[in-house]
């Protein structure tokens, strides 16, 4: 009688870590461009990927979201304030965000979608990155060079495309110049109009209708992710056709978007993080690149700018709103 309470005894013993374990409540801190309600399609495709791997918010998982509401240089502060709740593992989205992060700890962090983690010194290495950082990258740069043929397929009159985006941004320098040298082979001008906030997103706006460019190609940074429906307005009271990053701006009402899936790489990240969750080593997780690529055009959007799409864009599209 003894020996089988001394057995049961050593087997609750032995048995306890993984009873604790199966208790543990994970924290995921998720530094992002926008407000929550504004990523929503993300957050969710980030969640479900969680939920499949056993995860489940206000049970086993607590979630910490933090927004720069468009603003880059509000990452540092956030990135400290979210390592400060004490995170299990930091989710970025954005260049920006992934450096602030590593900058502010050695917690492990996924990023969901970042343009240039080479170039700009967020990793050293794609198939092992070493450190405290993994993820997706978002190819920018190569996708960039993709929506100038796409410009001009669209409008193939056009001589001159203005390019919004933010110029103190670590990844714009390489972006540009895959822009520029993709816009010479097509016989286009290129011309920045540099945005850092809104009040300086306005204004490149209308200096931009002022100039009369013919088209704008908008990049996906948070300013612009932030301030989409702003941005679809103008050009639709303006009449300005205008070339998107991702599909969040056409479904705002805007014209044509070529671009990585966003809600695709959210639901990948989710995978990193249950990886990361279970004992793996950031640094030994191969940074991976998108698997999802998509072109989405308005019909209803191109009506009133008298554009006919043509049949091979259209045949091409992954989805056509009409």
Known sequence: MKRLAFLLLLWLVLALPVFAQSGKVYRVGLLETTSAA?????????????????????????????SAEGRADRFPELA???????????????????????????????????????ATGVIPNLARPGGNVTGLTSIVDEITIKRMEII???????????????TSNVNVTTQMKEADAAARSLGLETEVFDTRDVE??????????????????????????????????????HEV?????????????????????YPDLYHR?????????????PGDLPVERPKKLELVISQKAATPLGIVIPRELLFRADEVIR
Do not use: C, W
């Not at 504004?38 to 933090?66: H, T």
């Not at 940074?221 to 639709?236: P, S, Y």
């Not at 990240?269 to 080593?281: E, F, M, S």
């Open 38 to 66: 504004a990523n929503r399609a993300n957050l969710d495709a980030f969640l479900r990927g969680l939920r499949e791997a056993g995860y489940v918010e206000g049970k086993n998982l607590i979630i910490d979201y933090r």
């Open 80 to 118: 400290e304030d979210l390592v400060r709740a004490k995170p299990d593992v930091i989710v970025t989205r954005g260049t920006p965000a992934a450096l602030a992060a590593k900058k502010a700890s050695s917690i492990p962090i996924v990023m969901a979608a970042a343009a240039s983690p080479l």
């Open 152 to 166: 001009r397929q669209l409008l193939p009159t056009v001589k001159r495309v203005g390019m919004v985006l933010n």
């Open 200 to 237: 300086t997103l306005k204004r490149a706006l209308e200096a931009a209708v002022a100039k009369r460019t013919e088209v704008l190609l908008v990049s996906g940074e948070g300013i612009m992710f932030a301030n989409r429906q702003l941005i679809v307005d103008f050009a639709a009271k």
């Open 241 to 261: 056709p205008v070339m998107y990053a991702s599909r969040e701006f056409v479904d705002a009402g805007g014209l044509v978007s070529y671009g990585v899936s």
């Open 269 to 281: 990240a989710a995978g990193y993080v249950d990886r990361i969750l279970k004992g793996a080593k």
